[in-house]
């Protein structure tokens, strides 16, 4: 069963593993931009250059800090990734 994430759970925990956020800041720069996809599901793109590279990146450490993470390319869309997270089993 998965459990509740938000995607603002999900951006702190990339900032603070010191991957830069492109909405947060004065002015725009490169980094990680996550969005609400349900409850239980975030989605994540890379804004700005080398996207695949960077989307790497972020899976490890999303996955080094617990979630589950699959990479997305819908047809003619970026490369995103899904953001889940699985209850511990009892």
Known sequence: MHQRVTAAEIARTLTTRGHAN????PTWRPGHRVTQASPKTARLWHDGPDETD??????????????TV?????AGKRPALRITRHAPEA
Do not use: I
Not at 55 to 61: K, W
Not at 70 to 74: D, G, L, N, Q, V
């Open 70 to 74: 699959s990479f997305e390319r819908a």
């Open 54 to 67: 960077h989307l790497d990146q972020y899976a490890a450490a999303l996955q080094t800090a617990g979630y």
């Open 22 to 25: 492109s909405l947060t800041g």
